[in-house]
């Protein structure tokens, strides 16, 4: 089970202490008996099914789940980038929920009723904690995977980032040609949530550098990534500072005053330098992006909207009401 999945789980099961009448039954692939999924299903008369990591679903129990007559849609958390195998995923689902705003009308225009639903924090696992260890400590961090637009802005930044106490944490970092000047602050593996969020709370500003649309050359329709990442909330949810690199629905989720956005190295380094010389505003700043995030853009506060979205989905079909059973 990913991240993600523990992350939407745990918050469905909150939300069923919480909201009367609503249950949840869970079923792991890699744990239970795919024997038994069919009966579990017809034992638990759900209002709806929804299906995690996808690829890994075998189309045959969709298409059965769907004779049995029980809508089952299919949650995709990586679009744009892999819109080209999504197109074949979704083909046997009822319904589809994307964490991309630009994907919903592509889905649609497929037949399929869609969603979306943005990522989100799980705020047990992202918290503040102003006391970590100062091997934790640096001017600027970065969390992530070296992909191309990653890899081109920190080689410009590497004459400027040389002189500071920095962190760049990930997979594919060697790819880096300043990579000799910059190995010294990198960690160049991925790292468990309980590390992340311990570089998060120790840095002055962290750096958040949203991937291009098409990283993968799967995008075919050339769909623009408009939704931040989750990254966005979980950096905002330690009460860090951050420097967003912009997506066009940026200001949808923060203020300007909530969250510092950038684009190009040269704005980006401008910014860092800025920031580093006025610890009050980043201060400032990060509390009302933290605000925002508890109250606004936790696990929680999404799946209670998928729930109600899913009522209305429901209640057009059938004219019933109330969402009863979602697996």
Known sequence: MTDEDYNIIRAFRQLEKERKG?????????????????????????DAVLVFKGFRFPHRYVTAIRK??????????????????HYQLVQPYAFVITQEASCVMFYRQMGKTCFHIPLAVNTQKYTPNPHVPSKYHSDICFVGSGFPVRIKMFDKLAPYLKYRRFFIIGQWWNRLKH????????????????????YYNGAKIVLNIHRTANDRLENFKNLPALTPNNRTFEIAACGAFQLASYRPHLRRYYK????????????????????????????????????RTLSHHTYEARLTKLI???????????GKTGIRQPV
Request: charge should be positive; glycine fraction near 4%; proline fraction near 6%.
């Open 22 to 46: 609503f249950k949840l039954e869970v079923f792991l692939l890699k744990k239970d008996s795919s024997s038994t999924l069919l009966k579990r299903i017809k034992a638990f008369r759900p």
């Open 256 to 291: 300007k005053d909530e969250l510092v956005a950038f684009s190009g190295w040269k704005e980006l380094e401008r910014k860092i330098d800025y920031y580093l010389k006025h610890p009050h505003e980043r201060r400032e700043i990060s509390e009302r992006a933290y605000e």
């Open 308 to 318: 109600e979205t899913l009522n209305e989905y429901i209640w057009k079909e059938n």
């Open 179 to 198: 990579y000799p000047v910059l190995k010294r602050g990198i960690i160049n593996q991925p790292i468990p949530p309980s590390e992340v969020t311990k």
């Open 68 to 85: 049995m007559g029980y809508r089952i849609g299919v949650w995709l958390v990586d679009d744009p980038y892999r819109l080209k195998t």
